[in-house]
């Protein structure tokens, strides 16, 4: 069941189907976890296959990633970077969750499949900056926080000429104008979002995507407190 859905889904996104097993294991191992540990509200392996494997794997049809250095901000269980990563193996990956239970998790799942080159860190946004300010060539992150706040959380990461994809539903509209103005004074560029559907479902997803055009002021991201309290 979960096999023909990967196979299909992926044949639909014209992308390779060898990860497939690797994803399978993948499930295997979160579905057993999730049963100790919080990790993720969808169970049904269905519904696995396609909210959280198709969805991630989405990106990898609108966007290249060979090569690239990816930061995945708040990735919890492993999503969008751990499918991208399984599919895309030449992509360099950090998964950055401030849950350590989580990063453990990642950890025990890059130990099983036998990935190389994802550093799991367990630790903030706002305070990973500090280390990896303008170091990556991408940031993706889902599902984590109003976009207001996520752009600053994220953009200080990317290097200038990278890009910052955050996966949204399609109602958006608000957050997207909310955003504006902390883009700019973040160094990034909103660009034109891609909608699409997550593979064999009619759910509807939007990639917002924004370019990093000029380096983000030091200043940036401020402490969370700060960051919610008064987002740009
Ligand atoms: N991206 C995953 C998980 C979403 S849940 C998915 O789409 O399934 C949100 C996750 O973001 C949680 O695991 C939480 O620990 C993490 N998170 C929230 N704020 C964060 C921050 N400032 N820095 C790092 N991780 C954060």
Redesign the pocket.
């Known amino acids: 069941m979960m096999e023909s859905i990967l196979r299909e889904g992926l044949t639909a996104l014209s992308l390779p189907t060898e990860g497939i097993p690797a994803l399978m294991r993948y499930a295997d191992l979160l579905a057993k976890k999730n049963k100790v540990m919080n990790l993720?509200a969808i169970k049904d392996p269905a519904e696995v296959a396609r909210l959280h494997f198709l969805d991630s794997a989405a990106l990898l049809a609108l966007k290249d990633f060979r090569g690239m250095s990816v930061v995945d901000?708040?990735?919890?269980?492993g999503?969008p970077g751990l499918p991208l990563k399984i599919l895309e193996p030449s992509l360099h990956l950090t998964l950055?969750?401030?849950?350590r239970k989580?990063v453990d998790f990642l950890r025990e799942v890059c130990r099983e499949l036998g990935l190389e080159d994802v550093d799991c860190v367990h630790?903030?946004?706002?305070e990973f900056a500090q280390e990896r300010r303008e170091t990556f060539d991408l940031a993706v992150?889902?599902?984590?926080?109003a976009l207001p706040v996520l752009a600053e959380?994220c953009l200080p990461l990317v290097k200038t000429g990278g890009a910052f994809l955050a996966m949204k539903s399609v109602d958006t509209g608000g957050e997207l104008y909310a955003a504006g103005r902390g883009i700019q004074v973040l160094g990034g560029q909103l660009e034109k979002p891609v909608d699409y559907v997550i593979s064999g479902t009619n759910v509807p997803r939007r990639l917002v995507i924004i370019t990093k055009i000029t380096e983000t002021q030091k200043k940036y991201p401020r402490t969370?407190a700060k960051i919610k309290k008064n987002p740009l």
Do not use: K, N, Y
């Open positions: 993720t901000v708040g990735t919890g269980a999503f950055l969750d401030a849950q989580r630790g903030r946004a706002e992150s889902r599902a984590v926080a959380l969370f």
